[in-house]
């Protein structure tokens, strides 16, 4: 992931859309998210992962914006129907929300 892309908000999306599976729930281990949206310490050059305030900050922000839905968290990042749509690649699935694809009701059509 580019650190230099700001605002963070930006950076969870590009983040959710990338790992998202087939309903378009994006899952992470705890902490995992905050360690992969990180930036590179100037001085030591080590990561340094985003802290968890500023990480909520962001997801609270990407939620007012629309780009993900506002049941994600720092554990599960779900991008909305309406924007999701990912081929047979990835789980069916969301242990975090507990939700499968046959749980999904279709999409009215109009």
């Avoid at 650190?3 to 590009?14: D, E, N, Q, S």
């Avoid at 990561?47 to 909520?56: D, I, K, N």
């Avoid at 749509?85 to 009701?105: A, E, I, M, P, Y």
Wanted: with cysteine; aromatic share 6%; net charge positive.
């Amino acid at each position: 992931m580019d650190h230099t892309i700001k605002p963070l908000a930006m950076r969870v999306y590009f983040i959710a859309v990338a790992e998202m599976n087939r309903i378009g729930h994006a899952e992470f281990a705890p902490g995992a998210l905050g360690s992969a949206l990180g930036t590179v310490d100037a001085r030591t050059g080590e990561m340094a992962p985003v802290h968890p305030v500023t990480l909520s900050k962001a997801i609270k922000q990407a939620k007012g914006w629309g780009l993900i839905s506002e049941d994600s968290s720092a554990r599960c990042l779900v991008i909305p129907a309406y924007a999701a749509q990912k081929g047979s690649n990835g789980t069916g699935f969301c242990r975090h929300h507990g939700v499968r694809v046959r749980d999904l009701s279709p999409v009215p059509t109009e």
